[in-house]
């Protein structure tokens, strides 16, 4: 969720554009805007910086996750596959590095 100071930067712009006439309303561009930022941050934990409760890729949530959640986990599992296929000790000589 956006913090109050977020918030409070979108007032300028919500009152600018309220002041359009036949345009959409400064409570409906609000609304459609916080529906757009829970959409995107579903079951994020956005002061843990990760999943909601915790649930990381052995235990993800399956429903009501947004796009930041899933490339988390796509992010996750890659590096959970790249630490099969060469295991820490062997990094040394593996010359790139992606994580």
Known sequence: MPSFAEAES??????????????????????????????????WDVSANGPGKGRGIADPWSKGIGPLLLAHYAQETSRAEFDQVIPAPDRKTFRFSCF
Do not use: T
């Open 10 to 43: 979108r007032q300028p712009f919500m009152a600018g554009a309220a002041a359009i006439p036949g345009d959409i309303s400064a409570e409906k561009l609000d609304a459609a805007i916080e529906e757009k930022i829970d959409q995107h941050f579903g079951r």
